[in-house]
């Protein structure tokens, strides 16, 4: 053999194609590749965006909360505003009452009576309801509070008599009912 000749190895073996070798890559790749300055250029942008958005949100989200909080101020400052305006007609009566000179005491109870009536309706339509047990009812301490035990021909624990009778607000115990309750036999 001469020395530029082949060698029989070398005319068999084929030259390598190397575009199966490297893994695909997708277009936006290549170009980022090819041009870095024009793929950070898109980053910024795109992390101006995403920014803006967030800056917008956090912005929004404060907003809600800011205003959330002035409506419960406000809620807070001006919840009785109803209430009082259905005790007006209370005190109205109550002014016109003391005004009459020379009233007799059957005026003034009907006075009296006249007052209590609009009392009622407005603690009715502000859900402040009383609670006044009928005489047997059993003993209930988250509603009724008990002065006294006595003896008594009903079931033990049940209520005697209600000497003060106590009131619910929105079905949340404003004052108990004070009753005596009856003692076991």
């Known amino acids: 053999m001469t020395p530029n000749e082949p060698r029989p190895q070398d005319a068999t073996v084929a030259p390598q194609d190397t575009s199966t070798t490297q893994p695909a890559t997708p277009d936006h790749e290549t170009d980022a590749a090819a041009d870095p300055a024009a793929r950070l250029a898109q980053l910024e942008a795109r992390h101006a965006e995403v920014s803006e958005s967030f800056l917008r949100a956090k912005a929004e989200a404060e907003n809600t909360r800011r205003r959330a909080e002035e409506e419960m101020a406000k809620a807070r400052k001006f919840a009785i505003e109803s209430f009082a305006e259905t005790l007006l007609p209370v005190c109205d009566s109550r002014q016109a009452a003391i005004t009459i000179p020379n009233s007799t005491p059957d005026h003034r ?42 003896p008594a021909e009903q079931d033990a624990n049940t209520v005697v008599a209600v000497l003060q009778k106590g009131y619910l607000i929105n079905d949340r115990v404003l004052r108990p009912a004070l009753v005596t309750v009856s003692a076991p036999k």
């Open 109 to 150: 109870l009907e006075g009296l009576y006249a007052t209590l009536r609009p009392l009622r309706q407005a603690l009715e339509r502000n859900k402040v309801l009383p609670i006044s047990p009928p005489q047997g009812t059993k003993f209930d301490p988250h509603q009724h509070q008990a002065i006294s035990v006595v």
